[in-house]
């Protein structure tokens, strides 16, 4: 038992890394389609270039979606409407006219008689409701069929016969001078205009019923293709009914092949592609991204973004396919260039659309523009930190997926005049939503513990509480520190490493000082060394202890862990040779362990580079009457002593780089010591 926890332990990270394999490809699986997939790339538009395609078995032509949306438009523009007859409202208002008329008409008022009003507007209201007055206005033909239904009795009528509101009063006045009248002829017309109420109105129930009826009837087959029936020959053009033919096949030929029996096999298909993708990855990090495969977190994160990004994808999918350009994949080498480097995000993404060509239709078309577009977002996406530059790669991302659609559609097309213009803003959608990036990251970086150029930034500021604090307790070791940025930076800038993160490291590299800020000589003010009242021993321990320090520090204050590598490697594995020197000339012998930094050595460029200018920065303070001379063989001596010692065999940094930085570092050096002209009194 002791023996198996103690492998494990052994192999806790090769296990981690084997389930996260495992997890990360069942998932995957889970969210994949389980149909088979058709064995043939076509494409609208393009020549078939294949063989001659014959029937493997019977199957119907499905109509195109524009065909039956064609027939359901025109369903709906044929459809007989119902409208609802109510013979009841007539009665009523008959009832209400001559109700009205008994108690307002006067015959002292008006020569006419009561009687002769009153038959005058009953023969009206008769002719009125006869025809039926409409509740609103409809925009049918006269000529137009409708069915009056009047209680369960339907009849078919025109549309002409029905009286809507706008001419009411035309045919009023035009029924009512047909008699004459004395002077009650504008009495009755604005009596009847006052009561008369709509008795026919819409029945949108029975209408839309019957619509929906008859689309449902549609029947979604164009014809059939019988086994052995030739389907598309070699170079033939895939459109029109072939295209429409080749898509029932393919539809027909995943449904057949999903079955329970062969479930399994597919599954299995799935799992073998699935993990060579991931076993790309690995063995990619393992070869060039060392660090990040041997860091868990990272390689976590790395799959966590691959599997959000195609849940994310299926999702649409499953809701709509045709909004599947909504997602912005783009995202995933964004944040990956963010937090590690262009050829990696690059790298995943790719691979991440390999994920989805299983997923999405018409994935030839997906994945070349989804492939171009993260080429432009790694290209345009620099410097994250200046808030102007996502909005500009944003837009240029936008406006290259506009173009591939566009000559997608060409070439599918042979014209422009049907094109889609809902894609074009489903693209403009794409590019906002992938300004999420910025909030991403900074959620990224709590969870997972990453530094963005944006975080870096922010470090970078040399009013913040813990720089302040160093500045107040050890000034001189901060005027160092900001020396040693600038030297960094420069360098780094010159190599075409992370400058940001090099200058940053700089910054917080001797925070450890602050404990005993007198026993390093730039922060002493006076003639008075603390050291002298020590033993070297003693004095070595003080000297080293300030990267232990330093750590702690870097921890109370959150400090991220790549800041936190330059205060661990800034001195590596040296000697603290001015007091191993003393101890020797005092005992005769030394014990080198006792005034060696316990490392560990530069592990990246960055890192290697704080050490040559922390080295170069605080040595170049003895130097005593500086000459360009000097200062070279200076930068030589203390760099080259540093490589005979073995400090950069881990950072991955090239002799050729090393020369570029020594002479950035003498340049800078000469600048800073450069002898003015002694003007006169």
Same mark, same amino acid.
């Given at each position: 038992m002791k023996n198996f926890f103690s492998l494990f332990t052994k192999n806790r990270s090769i296990l981690f890394k084997i389930f996260l394999f495992?997890?990360?490809?069942?998932?995957?699986?889970?969210?994949?389609?389980?149909?088979?997939?058709?064995?043939?790339?076509?494409?609208?538009?393009? !020549?078939?270039?294949?063989?001659?395609?014959?029937?493997?078995?019977s199957f119907s032509i499905k109509k195109s979606q524009e065909a039956i949306e064609l027939e359901m438009e025109e369903i709906?523009?044929?459809s007989i409407p119902y409208f609802d007859y109510d013979l009841a409202i007539y009665e009523q208002v008959r009832i209400q006219f001559e109700d009205m008329v008994n108690t307002t008409y006067s015959e002292n008022m008006f020569k006419d008689s009561k009687t002769k009003?009153?038959?005058?507007?009953?023969? =009206?209201?008769?002719? !009125?409701?006869?025809?039926?007055?409409?509740?609103?206005?409809?925009?049918?033909?006269?000529?137009?069929? =409708?069915?009056?239904?009047?209680?369960?009795?339907?009849?078919?009528?025109?549309?002409?016969?029905?009286?809507?509101?706008?001419?009411i009063d035309t045919i009023l006045i035009s029924e009512t001078s047909k008699v004459r009248f004395y002077d009650a002829e504008s009495f009755l017309n604005e009596t009847l205009s006052s009561i008369i109420v709509p008795n026919v109105s819409l029945n949108i129930k029975l209408t839309e019923s019957e619509i929906e009826s008859k689309i449902t009837a549609i029947n979604p087959n164009r014809g059939v293709i019988e086994k052995g029936g030739r389907i598309i020959a070699k170079g033939e053009v895939v459109e029109g009914i072939k295209f429409q033919m080749?898509?029932?096949?393919?539809?027909?030929?995943?449904?057949? !092949?999903?079955?329970?029996?062969?479930?399994?096999?597919?599954?299995?298909?799935?799992? +073998?592609?699935?993990?060579?993708?991931?076993?790309?990855?690995?063995?990619?990090?393992?070869?060039?991204?060392?660090?990040?495969?041997?860091?868990?977190?990272?390689?976590?994160?790395?799959?966590?973004?691959?599997?959000?990004?195609?849940?994310?994808?299926?999702?649409?999918?499953?809701?709509?396919?045709?909004?599947?350009?909504?997602?912005?994949?783009?995202?995933?080498?964004?944040?990956?260039?963010?937090?590690?480097?262009?050829?990696?995000?690059?790298?995943?993404?790719?691979?991440? !659309?390999?994920?989805?060509?299983?997923?999405?239709?018409?994935?030839?078309?997906?994945?070349?523009?989804?492939?171009?577009?993260?080429?432009?977002?790694?290209?345009?996406?620099?410097?994250?930190?200046?808030?102007?530059?996502?909005?500009?790669?944003v837009g240029q991302i936008t406006l290259v997926y506009i173009i591939g659609y566009f000559a997608f559609f060409i070439i599918q097309e042979?014209?422009?005049?049907?094109?889609?213009?809902?894609?074009?803003?489903?693209?403009?959608?794409?590019?906002? +939503?992938?300004?999420?990036?910025?909030?991403?990251?900074?959620?990224?970086?709590?969870?997972?513990?990453?530094?963005?150029? =944006?975080?870096?930034?922010?470090?970078?500021?040399?009013?913040?509480?813990?720089?302040?604090?160093?500045?107040?307790?050890?000034?001189?070791?901060?005027?160092?520190?900001?020396?040693?940025?600038?030297?960094?930076?420069?360098?780094?800038?010159?190599?075409?490493?992370?400058?940001?993160?090099?200058?940053?490291?700089?910054?917080y590299h001797d925070i450890g000082k602050m404990v005993n800020p007198t026993y390093f000589t730039e922060n002493q003010v006076n003639s008075i060394n603390s050291h002298d009242e020590l033993e070297p021993k003693e004095s070595a321990s003080i000297i080293i202890d300030h990267v232990i320090k330093g750590i702690e520090i870097a921890r109370k204050n959150n400090l991220p862990d790549r800041i936190i590598d330059f205060i661990r490697t800034h001195h590596g594995t040296n000697l603290v040779y001015y007091f191993y020197k003393k101890e020797v000339e005092n005992q005769g012998v030394a014990n080198k362990e006792d005034f060696t930094y316990p490392g560990p050595i530069p592990f990246s460029k960055e890192t290697a580079i704080l050490m040559m200018a922390d080295s170069v920065e605080a040595a170049s303070k003895s130097l005593k009457n500086p000459t360009s001379t000097k200062i070279d063989s200076f930068v030589e001596n203390i760099i080259n002593v540093q490589m005979d010692n073995g400090q950069f065999l881990n950072a991955n940094i090239t002799f050729k780089e090393i020369q570029t930085i020594k002479k950035v570092l003498k340049k800078k050096l000469n600048n800073i010591y450069h002898l003015r002209v002694e003007y006169p009194e």
């Open positions: 495992i997890i990360t490809t069942v998932l995957i699986i889970y969210l994949l389609p389980k149909g088979g997939q058709f064995k043939y790339n076509f494409q609208k538009g393009k !020549l078939w270039q294949y063989e001659n395609l014959y029937a493997p078995f709906r523009n044929n009003v009153v038959e005058t507007g009953k023969l =009206v209201l008769d002719k !009125l409701y006869q025809q039926g007055v409409l509740d609103e206005f409809h925009s049918y033909s006269d000529k137009r069929i =409708v069915y009056l239904k009047n209680g369960n009795e339907i009849e078919e009528a025109y549309f002409e016969q029905f009286i809507q509101s706008d001419r080749l898509k029932s096949l393919k539809e027909e030929y995943q449904s057949q !092949l999903w079955s329970q029996s062969n479930y399994t096999w597919i599954i299995v298909g799935y799992s +073998v592609l699935i993990l060579l993708v991931f076993l790309m990855l690995f063995l990619f990090l393992k070869k060039y991204r060392a660090e990040i495969y041997e860091n868990n977190t990272k390689l976590t994160f790395i799959f966590f973004n691959i599997l959000l990004m195609i849940f994310i994808t299926t999702l649409v999918i499953d809701y709509d396919a045709e909004l599947v350009y909504i997602t912005p994949l783009c995202i995933l080498p964004l944040v990956l260039k963010t937090f590690f480097d262009a050829r990696l995000g690059l790298f995943v993404h790719v691979l991440t !659309l390999l994920l989805l060509g299983f997923v999405v239709p018409n994935s030839f078309e997906f994945v070349f523009l989804q492939i171009i577009a993260g080429i432009v977002t790694i290209l345009t996406i620099s410097e994250l930190y200046k808030r102007a530059n996502l909005f500009i790669s042979g014209n422009i005049e049907l094109i889609e213009w809902r894609y074009f803003a489903y693209f403009i959608l794409c590019g906002l +939503v992938t300004l999420f990036a910025f909030p991403l990251i900074y959620i990224y970086e709590k969870i997972f513990g990453l530094v963005s150029d =944006v975080s870096l930034l922010e470090l970078s500021d040399t009013n913040s509480a813990l720089l302040k604090e160093l500045e107040n307790k050890a000034p001189g070791t901060f005027h160092h520190s900001l020396n040693v940025a600038n030297l960094s930076e420069a360098a780094a800038n010159e190599i075409g490493a992370n400058s940001m993160l090099v200058r940053v490291g700089a910054l």
